[in-house]
């Protein structure tokens, strides 16, 4: 079982923001790194460290943290953007860990 | 930019090892601070961490396969590879090969940012 948790699913309307998280205890020390994947193909980081998007990724992708919880926030969801989200960061025992992964449906 | 690419057999008879490599592409797999790294996605399932080596040649599995996970590589081809044995068929999966970083900016963050576009293995007989 994975010691990141995340929302199986969640939707949000075009053009709306919509807050993807994930728990977990090491997340109070640790920052999350995301991914976006989409059907058939390899997962694409879109947020890694504090706040900072790779090269190519839209400023409407953004990061937080607060205590055990990582977010990944996108302001003014497109279409392009349905998708499953992965986060992922270390465990207590200094292994890498993901998250369960969450759907996004863009309405 | 970095380029990595998955290769071995797509399909491996339960009880046997699963033997498969990533050549990376576009940079050395010696030079910088790097975690080579091997992730799998069963169909329609999450990603798993396998394992990964460092650039220094250090190994960290998941302790979930720890028994079954062998990471090495082959600095002379620019290669690291991935064994895993007694395989049954839950571990049937793509499975990625990617280039794991460690950050620093007031916390620590480790991310992928370089993947292969990962390679179907079937377990069946």
């Known amino acids: 079982s994975s010691e990141l948790t995340q929302d199986p699913a969640v939707s949000v309307a075009l053009g709306q923001t919509v807050r993807i998280t994930c728990q977990g205890d090491s997340l109070r020390s640790y920052y999350a790194s995301w991914y976006q994947q989409k059907p058939g193909q390899a997962p694409v980081l879109v947020i890694y460290?504090?706040?900072n998007r790779p090269s190519g990724i839209p400023d409407r992708f953004s990061g937080s943290s607060s205590g055990n919880t990582a977010s990944l926030t996108i302001t003014g969801a497109q279409a392009e953007d349905e998708a499953d989200y992965y986060c992922n960061s270390r465990d207590s025992s200094g292994n890498w860990v993901f998250g369960g992964g969450t759907k996004l449906t863009v309405l | 930019q970095v380029q990595l690419q998955e290769s071995g057999p797509g399909l491996v008879k339960p009880s046997q090892t699963l033997s498969l490599t990533c050549t990376v592409s576009g940079g050395s797999i010696s030079s910088g601070s790097y975690y080579w790294s091997w992730i799998r996605q069963p169909a329609g399932k999450g990603l798993e961490w396998i394992g990964r080596i460092y650039t220094s040649g250090s190994t960290n599995y998941n302790p979930s396969l720890k028994s079954r996970v062998t990471i090495s590589v082959d600095t002379s081809k620019n290669q690291f590879s991935l064994k895993l044995s007694s395989v049954t068929a839950a571990d049937t999966a793509v499975y990625y090969c990617?280039?794991?970083?460690?950050?620093?900016?007031?916390?620590?963050?480790?991310?992928?940012?370089?993947w292969g576009q990962g390679t179907l293995v079937t377990v069946s007989s």
């Open positions: 460290g504090k706040n």
């Open positions: 990617a280039r794991g970083s460690v950050g620093y900016s007031g916390s620590y963050s480790v991310y992928f940012q370089h």
